[in-house]
DNA sequence: TATTGTTATACTCTATAACTATA
DNA sequence: TATAGTTATAGAGTATAACAATA
């Protein structure tokens, strides 16, 4: 018998998880902030309530984020010009060269979980989750 | 930029979840649950801590599912006869059938789940993910 | 000494409710 | 009245440490 597709996205992860946060821990970020990051580098500044809604997150959670990843000095927020509700966030010169070291240690990462698949595999394997979401 | 394949699994996972948790629902257990009584369906009697290391979760934890679905008349405890440490988790006349009605709960969930995916996209999926975990 | 099950405990991740300041 | 950010808090889910019974 298969095994439960439950079962395989939970431990998919996990075992994704055991390469990445090894491979992001010489940045001082895990990979939930990395995720952070990633969505703060959007062309257009981001507040956070739509960075948590691209991440599918709380917003009661992205504040914790930020203020971890202010303490290290990777994002700051400013106040909105127009909306003085809202905080800009953006990524300090620190976050963007963080971000791309993270990047590409990421990149090989999920390369190296994704080596045991032959062909195309990998790829149509990201097409369909990307479908699924 | 394509998301990250960490943002996919975990996502992936939870909007599955959406559509297997209310079809459980009917049945009195969660999907946790549900994994644990697939598992004690092995054709040779299990014990907690094999259970256990099929699912790859603590034997801590598993004290709690197993004390759950004993609550629930699901599953019985008997004492391994050729060594007392362990417990011999069994499925009940009513475990079993619930698993029947749950596993057909779960497949049509899954199924609905996979809907989007064209061709032999969803049978690919899960050869890649199995091949991963 | 090592293993299985158990209990107590703590930690991580996340969400809910209520507050503030702004709109 | 509604929204964005914040805080306090609580609930899952999980793991670690320590213990009893047994090997």
Redesign the interface.
């Known amino acids: 018998m298969?095994?439960?597709?439950?079962?395989?996205?939970?431990?998919?992860?996990?075992?994704?998880?055991e390469l990445?946060g090894p491979a992001l821990e010489p940045y001082g970020i895990d990979?939930r902030e990395f995720?952070v990051l990633?969505v703060l580098a959007a062309p257009e500044p981001l507040s956070q309530l739509e960075a948590a809604q691209r991440?599918?997150i709380d917003r009661t959670t992205m504040v914790a984020m930020i203020d971890a990843l202010e303490r290290k000095d990777l994002v700051e927020r400013r106040p909105h010009p127009d909306d003085r509700r809202k905080n800009i966030v953006e990524l300090t010169g620190r976050g963007r060269d963080t971000l791309g070291a993270a990047t590409r240690a990421?990149d090989g990462a999920?390369e190296a979980?994704?080596a045991?698949?032959p062909g195309d595999?990998?790829e149509?394997?990201?097409d369909?989750?990307?479908?699924?979401?």
Chains 1, 2 share one sequence.
């Open positions: 298969s095994r439960r597709l439950g079962y395989l996205f939970k431990h998919a992860g996990l075992r994704l998880a990445t990979g995720g990633s991440l599918r990421v999920e979980f994704l045991v698949l595999d990998a149509r394997l990201r369909a989750l990307d479908r699924l979401v």
